[in-house]
């Protein structure tokens, strides 16, 4: 985007603190953010629909199909919605560009291919999605509900659903080169994540917590 106030190529990571069950430990795609609001593709919730059924239902031969990946939930809004999101272009006909390397199809055409075994090679296909009014997601940011992170494609097409989340994480520490600080108001439940620099982390979870290895204190606290 033209405007470096909004967010562009963006994974958005739920905090800690983040109760909505529809998006607790969860990692959006954040696929347009601009004045108006913003949309976004939940990618570490899958869903117990196969792709070959998802096809059956509308249609859609698959003879060629390698493999039956899952589908996955893409959030709250218009369920019956779906996306791809993919590598390379294809000349779909309906298709929002991410990055140099990272789109997202909404046009049948595309899970045609996919059924022929002609789509595109790193895919997933999520239905619904998530989506903020206007200014909504800044307050959110604001009341420490989000951190961001550039996207990283191996996060989406290697990693394992249940891993993303931490993956993500990994990615704000490693691109800390200066201190973050993030607090809640002092009250029962409140918490204070800091990092003072990369791979040294302070986090308040109702008393103080010091480690230097984020990854087994995210994985020892799930809540």
Not at 143 to 149: E, R
Not at 175 to 185: D, F, I, N, V, W
Request: with cysteine; hydrophobic share 40%.
């Amino acid at each position: 985007m033209a405007d470096d106030s909004y967010f562009s190529n963006q994974f958005l990571v739920a905090m800690p603190g983040l109760e909505d069950e529809n998006f607790r430990h969860s990692v959006t795609l954040l696929c347009e953010h601009s004045e108006k609001g913003a949309l976004g593709l939940v990618v570490n919730r899958p869903t117990d629909l196969k792709l070959s059924d998802m096809l059956d239902q509308i249609g859609v031969d698959h003879s060629a199909m390698p493999g039956d990946p899952i589908v996955f939930w893409g959030g709250p809004v218009q369920p019956e919605r779906g996306f791809v999101v993919h590598t390379a272009p294809g000349g779909w006909d309906s298709t929002l560009k991410v990055d140099d390397n990272l789109y997202i199809t909404t046009s049948r055409d595309v899970l045609g291919a996919i059924g022929r075994g002609e789509g595109p090679s790193d895919y997933m296909v999520l239905l619904g999605y998530a989506g903020w009014g206007e200014g909504q997601l800044e307050t959110e940011i604001l009341n420490n509900s989000w951190l961001n992170a550039p996207v990283e494609q191996h996060v989406l097409f290697e990693t394992p659903a249940a891993e993303r989340w931490i993956a993500a994480t990994r990615l704000i520490e490693a691109g800390q080169s200066e201190r973050l600080k993030l607090t809640a108001p002092a009250a029962e439940g409140s918490y204070e994540m800091v990092c003072t620099y990369p791979g040294h982390w302070m986090v308040m979870w109702g008393k103080l917590i010091v480690t230097n290895d984020l990854d087994a204190y995210l994985a020892a606290h799930p809540q």
